[in-house]
């Protein structure tokens, strides 16, 4: 190939007066692909280049490794300490994950509650969070036709929002009330906790915090707030707190005649 | 004997007024899909409590209703009644009919409508609702087969295995629609092995109820013979499939009020739930199932046939509506003893109006089902020019002939 003279030589390849209109649709093809890939690929790059952001700062759950079941993550409540009125749980669990009353509270989404009981018989008063309990045979799961609601190996039970086609079979079959139809549009989502008009959510113990090595919102607001009612950890550990308290307090699961294994545990209830 | 003909719908007014309505109502229902995903579920009454609301009420009503539907082909191909046989097509096309008009319905009520080839594509082979996917496309697959061996002359000889395939296959269907709400463990108002046959008893009351009055509507529309013995025989049918409802569904509830735990939600549906025991007691026991019985068991003729029809089918949609909507507006139970109250209504009975979007969305289902008829008998040979009592078809198509434009000729053997 000769080299550029001014344009002079038939075969430079430069933008010259001399370039025939075959080259110039040439250049032109050549140079919207490298556009077309440029655009293609640049916010994949992007999002690699973040996710291995990510994963530096997982030093025990790096990312590209799987969850295994040699863990199972659990909650530990204690009624004594959680407080009557206390929202603190709920609040923080909805700045997290980015939930929010509409002004619509029967269609809103609710990942936690509180839930005031009152015994017909002594009138004892409790206080107790209720959320998705994350249980070993979840019935959610069990029915939801696409595999959307799926438990991890560690025990975890999320909804995969790109296969939930919005039946709500899985709110029908859950024991707790724990899921949530998502009734309107939403905005201002939060990147790790994808949410969308048409799909079913509840609690995800804070996945994204947990693969990070950090414990659920709502467990560090409520410590947060002085009380301490709530732990949070391994129940397959037996030196792990939880299992620690399991194994020395009786503890209760909500519809344990269901014998879902539910991995939120309550203690005085 | 006799031979059967069958031809084309023919008459003008009596196939485009109603055709019409029927494009005007199915417009409504689309148009309501949209509404409804456009703006999301909060524009319906349904919500967090009540996930499942009219809709799905009219989708069951449906689904139930197509696989009962089939039952007059079956009775005429299984059972070898030979005064069924004619009846036998328009007994498969309704059946189709009713179906496609169902699952549209809730197809358009998901939340992801535009995620159907998802949920046709990945499946969890644990829920009931993947396996529904297939006894309900198997279920079209299959009689459509069944209804083309029917009209096919060649292939007379299959009707009978085909026809048998259809009738086990609608079995497993009614059984797969009732198990959606019995395998349901956490809640009281379900959770119930007797569901997969209260659903199947109740499709053959409804899907009689329906087959005669659209096999009267056709007819009449034709001014085609549809002679009262008949009627009446179809009728008592009605009866007996109705008597059939009214005993699982007794045995539904008393079995229920043997178990403790169950005897709050049995008190709201049966007694003290308001709209509920309403329907259940008016609706679905002695609008739905003893004055049918009684008219078509005590004073049998064409005008109370079809009445017993028109009730019958008042009956079945509220006998779903108790079911769906009642079973899930009674709270769950996850503290016993306990009264409980929370923001999210735990603990209370949970209310629901229906709104007009749901209602439009479940008669354009309705819509769906019967314009695929109408447009069905008018351009395919589906409908005897009489049925009368004497009817002696034989089996399949030995002794039929479809007749196009040659009118009234008898068909040469």
């Given at each position: 190939m000769s080299k550029c003279n001014g344009g002079k030589s038939a075969d430079c390849g430069c933008n010259s007066e001399t370039s025939t209109p075959v080259e110039t649709a040439r250049r032109w093809f050549l140079k919207s692909a490298a556009a077309f890939t440029t655009i293609a690929l640049a916010p994949n790059v992007t999002l690699l280049a973040y996710a291995q952001e990510g994963g530096a700062q997982q030093p025990g759950q790096p990312r590209g490794e799987p969850v295994t079941a040699q863990k199972r993550w659990g909650l530990l409540i204690d009624l004594s300490k959680c407080a009557e009125g206390c929202e603190a749980c709920v609040g923080a669990c909805s700045r997290e994950n980015g939930w929010k009353a509409e002004g619509h509270p029967r269609t809103d989404a609710q990942w936690i509650r509180k839930v005031n009981i009152k015994n017909r018989k002594s009138g004892v008063e409790r206080s107790l969070p209720v959320m998705c309990q994350h249980c070993d045979s979840p019935p959610c799961v069990d029915v939801c036709p696409t595999g959307a609601s799926f438990k991890r190996a560690d025990g975890i039970v999320l909804v995969d929002k790109h296969i939930c086609i919005g039946c709500r079979y899985c709110v029908m079959a859950c024991p707790y009330q724990a899921r949530s139809f998502i009734h309107e549009p939403v905005e201002d989502q939060k990147s790790y906790a994808p949410r969308g008009k048409g799909t079913v959510e509840s609690c995800t113990l804070c996945v994204h915090r947990v693969d990070a090595g950090r414990e659920p919102a709502c467990v560090e607001a409520c410590e947060a707030a002085g009380h301490k009612a709530m732990i949070f950890g391994d129940l397959n550990d037996p030196a792990s707190e939880i299992s620690q308290r399991i194994a020395q307090f009786p503890t209760h699961q909500i519809r344990a005649d269901l014998r879902l294994d539910t991995g939120v545990r309550y203690q005085n209830l | 004997m006799k031979r059967v003909i069958y031809r084309e719908l023919e008459t003008e007014p009596g196939f485009w007024g109603p055709l019409v309505a029927l494009v005007l109502l199915v417009g409504a229902g689309l148009g309501s899909a949209y509404y409804m995903e456009h703006h999301g579920h909060v524009v319906t009454g349904m919500d967090n409590r009540i996930v499942w609301g009219l809709p799905h009420v009219f989708a069951i009503l449906l689904i139930v209703g197509a696989s009962g539907a089939l039952n007059v082909a079956s009775v005429g191909s299984v059972f070898g009644i030979a005064a069924y046989k004619p009846m036998a097509r328009l007994s498969a096309l309704l059946a189709i009919a009713l179906l496609a008009g169902g699952l549209a319905i809730l197809v358009l009520d998901l939340?992801?409508?535009?995620?159907l080839v998802v949920a046709m594509t990945t499946f969890n082979f644990k829920s009931i609702f993947a396996w529904n996917v297939f006894l309900y496309t198997g279920f079209l697959a299959i009689t459509v087969a069944y209804l083309y061996v029917m009209m096919e002359r060649n292939l007379g000889g299959w009707t009978k295995p085909v026809g048998t395939l259809a009738f086990i296959w609608r079995l497993a269907l009614t059984t797969g629609t009732g198990s959606i709400f019995?395998?349901?463990?956490?809640r009281d108002a379900y959770n119930s092995a007797v569901m997969a046959p209260l659903f199947i008893a109740l499709s053959l009351a409804l899907g009689t109820a329906a087959f005669i009055l659209i096999t009267s509507w056709l007819l009449a529309a034709d001014g085609r013979p549809f002679e009262e013995s008949v009627v009446t025989r179809l009728g008592r049918l009605l009866g007996i499939f109705a008597a059939a409802n009214l005993y699982f569904a007794g045995v539904q509830h008393i079995s229920a009020l043997y178990i403790a735990e169950r005897v709050p939600v049995e008190d709201f549906l049966l007694v003290s739930g308001g709209i509920y025991p309403v329907l259940f007691w008016g609706g679905q026991v002695i609008l739905g199932g003893l004055i049918p019985m009684a008219l078509v068991f005590f004073a049998a003729s064409r005008s109370t046939v079809l009445l017993a029809s028109v009730l019958a089918i008042i009956g079945a949609a509220a006998q779903i509506y108790v079911i769906i909507i009642g079973g899930q507006a009674f709270p769950l139970s996850m503290f016993p003893g306990y009264d409980v109250s929370s923001?999210?209504?735990?603990g209370a009975i949970a209310d629901y109006t229906p709104s007009l979007p749901e209602a439009a969305l479940g008669l354009g289902g309705i819509a769906i089902a019967l314009t695929a008829v109408l447009v069905a008998v008018r351009v395919l040979r589906i409908l005897p020019l009489q049925l009368i009592g004497e009817t002696d078809a034989a089996d399949g198509n030995a002794g039929t002939q479809s007749s196009g434009s040659q009118k009234g000729r008898p068909a040469a053997a």
């Open positions: - | 939340g992801r409508p535009d995620r019995g395998w349901l463990v956490a923001n999210i209504f735990d």
